[in-house]
């Protein structure tokens, strides 16, 4: 069974930072990308950072780039999210996903998969 599990959220200080962790388990999948969402309150999910396991790519939205910084830990299942600078508009719900980019685009639904989240709050 495929298993994600974020960690590291948290109560933090505009200007502070905060190192979000994800750890995912039971696949064993050849090319992927591990990636972060966040939803704050009354607003639709959005995408955050994403790398992708073939080459090590990786992607940021237009709001954090140059702030957050997405990296691998000791091995490929675990993906880091330093977050610093934080602003009041980071706070939100944090989830890691992770995606299977080696099937054909019919069945990649099928191996697209969420953790449960952490929550940061950026305060003043």
């Known amino acids: 069974e495929v298993q994600l599990q974020a960690s590291g959220g948290g109560l933090v200080q505009v200007g502070g930072s905060l190192r979000l962790s994800c750890t995912a388990s039971g696949f064993r999948w050849d090319h992927y990308v591990i990636g972060w969402f966040r939803q704050a309150p009354g607003k639709e999910r959005e995408g955050v950072s994403w790398?992708?396991?073939?080459?090590?790519?990786?992607r940021y939205d237009d709001d954090v780039q140059g702030r957050f910084i997405i990296s691998y830990g000791s091995s490929k299942n675990t993906v880091y999210l330093q977050m610093n600078s934080l602003k009041p508009e980071d706070t939100a719900v944090y989830y890691c996903?992770?995606?299977?980019?080696?099937?054909?685009?019919?069945?990649?639904?099928?191996?697209?998969?969420w953790g449960q989240g952490t929550e940061v709050t950026v305060s003043s």
């Open positions: 790398i992708s396991s073939t080459d090590g790519s990786t």
């Open positions: 996903e992770a995606r299977d980019t080696g099937v054909i685009a019919p069945l990649a639904p099928m191996y697209h998969y």
